[in-house]
């Protein structure tokens, strides 16, 4: 036996040499991918999936298993190789790395049943961390939740985000792994091998901090036992290792990041390291501990009822009060449904949320990525997310929001405070790229309600849709125009004028279907017919009836409080455009500035009279 390797972690230091194999030969099959970064996690990684998680390997599913989250995505070679060490996925797969018709891409996607999240874009992971220990406690479940970071990823301020958040939860089933190999991209990282200057930054953010040498197994799992018996805070380990450990030609070696081994070079990897397995006479076998199956108070399987609009005709209710009021609702009837606020909560009226069921009510405070995130973990952990704010801020989450579409995760979004039509603020508040911003998510629904009764119906359409979905709001009160008994539905939209006369079909949503309503009425004095569309699902789009209103009308004007690019204008031209139909727009043209409501919505073309005089010019010149 290798005289540094003690006989009861035989075993597990073998585990580990067999990760730095499987990864040597998968990237090197692939022709890329990261095996010196999988070098220096092996033993961590080791330790984790052969001693120190919880879990069933023949049940994915299983929703007391214990919870890995790999943020430095670009290991993923050796977290597929740890798969394969447990029985998850066959060995010989690991070569399919990064094949077209294989799920073990290039960073973990949940293709994967064990894959909660797509990770790799680094600064996220922490965040879903925070989100699945959050579930953990709203269901009562023990599971942990293990999160490991590159140390350059650290330099993402995220982090700190969620690093802030895990201390204000006190989520101490929460534990980090910081993989401190001391090298970057393209350069040694910003605090190196210092563990002691990185350990008192988490300890600042009030975390347990514990420095370790993450090539030492039995100091791996002592500090692991140590996480698991801190209370009332979360833990990081600060794990001192090197990049491509085990393998000479690139151990704590620069310029070895994001390259594969070549054919003769992994050959002789192999060889090296395959030396290093020491024998396991009298060493302790490797034992996955099972879940403890206690979960004191389990996840429903389904809603129950939901208590209906109650508006009268005329009411003048903002649509994001309308929203407040239908998630307290939601909470009610279903106990998956959970809020998260980044300290607007008065404003978007999640508060209503919050006094009836405080216990499932987040605060991320001004920290909008860290929302995102933890509604990503809640959401990949069985809960029905609605994280709500400004829409303008949620789009510094918009990285955040990418990776949740390609997680394919249900969460839910809600945005309030969109277009000019919030008036003096000014443009910094005002949320014009939105849309588009949503609408670019595959299998996001995007809904956006004109009035009270339509915010309740499509919240709890967005509560119910297999997918992502995003709800737009606005901060102006306008009038109930529809039954408390209307029926709305993702992919919908309601006809609200109508006739055989109609010269001119105007598309819109929200704030500006009362001003396309005002103009129509206008123009219906002067004889010009004009069929108005509440086009409240932007995505899908109702191309049944677009299609039917451009071709029995013959031009098609959308209107939007949003730019132009992504909007309600782009979602009718797809729609359309096939089948040769013209379409004109109106959107916000350039930068905004402060101003009425009504003087914004006026210089910017969408006020009624604004549109009246488009439309008698569009007319005129057919």
């Known amino acids: 036996m290798s005289p540094s390797v003690a006989p009861a972690t035989a075993a597990l230091h073998n585990v580990a040499t067999r990760l ?5 030969r998968s990237t090197t099959k692939a022709g890329s991918g990261h095996p010196s970064t999988c070098c220096s996690a092996a033993d961590i990684v ?11 390997p023949a049940d994915a599913a299983r929703p007391d ?8 995505g670009h290991a993923a070679p050796v977290l597929y190789a740890a798969w394969a060490e447990v029985g998850i996925v066959p060995r010989a797969s690991t070569l399919t790395l990064r094949e077209l018709t294989s799920d073990l891409e290039g ?28 579930n953990a406690r709203r269901i009562g479940s023990d599971y942990r939740t293990y999160v490991m970071l590159g140390d350059g ?3 993402e301020g995220s982090v700190w985000e969620a690093a802030q958040s895990g201390q204000f939860h006190a989520v101490d089933s ?7 190999n001391g090298l970057g991209q393209s350069r040694g990282t910003q605090f190196g091998h210092d563990a002691e200057n990185v350990a008192a930054r988490w300890r600042a953010f009030g975390w347990h901090a514990i420095i370790v040498d993450g090539h030492d197994i039995a100091a791996i799992q002592a500090a692991f036992a140590e996480a698991r018996r801190t209370s009332g805070k979360p833990t990081v380990l600060v794990a001192v ?17 994001g390259k594969a081994l070549k054919p003769a070079e992994a050959d002789a990897a192999v060889a090296e390291l395959e030396a290093q397995l020491a024998p396991e006479s009298g060493a302790d076998p490797v034992v996955i501990p099972k879940p403890s199956g206690v979960i004191t108070r389990p996840d429903p399987a389904s809603s129950g009822p939901i208590a209906p609009p109650a508006y009268a005709m005329g009411d003048l209710v903002a649509t994001r009060e309308a929203f407040g009021t239908a998630l307290a609702k939601l909470g009610a009837a279903d106990a998956r449904i959970v809020a998260l606020d980044a300290d607007v909560k008065n404003s978007t009226f999640s508060d209503r949320f919050e006094k009836a069921f405080p216990e499932r009510f987040y605060q991320s405070f001004i920290a909008e990525q860290v929302m995102v995130g933890m509604a990503m973990g809640l959401a990949a952990r069985g809960a029905i997310p609605f994280a709500a704010t400004f829409a303008a801020f949620l789009t510094r989450a918009s990285d955040f929001i990418r990776m949740a579409g390609v997680s394919q995760v249900p969460a839910k979004f809600a945005g309030s405070h969109c277009g000019v039509s919030i008036g003096e603020d000014g ?3 005002m949320a014009l790229e939105d849309l588009a911003m949503f609408r670019g998510v595959p299998g996001c629904a995007v809904l956006y309600p004109c009035d009270a009764v339509s915010t309740e119906r499509l919240m709890a359409a967005a509560a119910a849709h297999p997918g992502m979905a995003y709800l737009r709001t606005s901060r102006p009160k306008t009038p109930v125009i529809y039954g408390n008994d209307d029926v709305f539905a993702v992919g919908g939209s309601k006809v609200l004028l109508s006739s055989a006369s109609d010269v001119i079909t105007i598309a819109t949503a929200g704030v500006t279907v009362f001003e396309a309503l005002r103009a129509a009425e206008t123009l219906a004095g002067e004889g010009i017919g004009v069929r108005v569309i509440d086009l409240y699902s932007v995505k899908p789009v109702d191309a049944e009836t677009v299609l039917a209103a451009g071709r029995e009308t013959g031009l098609i004007l959308t209107v939007e409080d949003h730019y132009s690019a992504g909007g309600i204008g782009d979602a009718v031209c797809e729609v359309v455009a096939p089948h040769g139909i013209r379409v004109d727009r109106v959107a916000v043209p350039g930068v905004p500035r402060s101003g009425t409501p009504e003087e914004l919505m006026d210089i910017n073309g969408l006020s009624a009279r604004a549109l009246t005089e488009t439309v008698r010019r569009l007319v005129s010149a057919r």
């Open 20 to 24: 730095r194999i499987d990864s040597v």
């Open 46 to 56: 080791a330790v984790l999936f052969c001693g120190e998680m919880r879990y069933d």
């Open 65 to 72: 298993n214990d919870r890995f989250v790999l943020s430095k």
């Open 107 to 134: 960073h973990p996607t949940p293709r994967l049943p064990w894959v909660d999240l797509a990770t790799g874009s680094l600064g996220q992971g922490l965040a879903a961390g925070v989100g699945s220990a959050l």
């Open 153 to 155: 990823e650290m330099a």
């Open 174 to 180: 929460l534990c980090a792994i910081i993989d401190l």
């Open 241 to 257: 290792t090197l990049k491509g450990k085990g393998v000479s030609i690139m151990e704590g070696k620069d310029g070895w990041h």
């Open 427 to 429: 443009p910094s508040q």
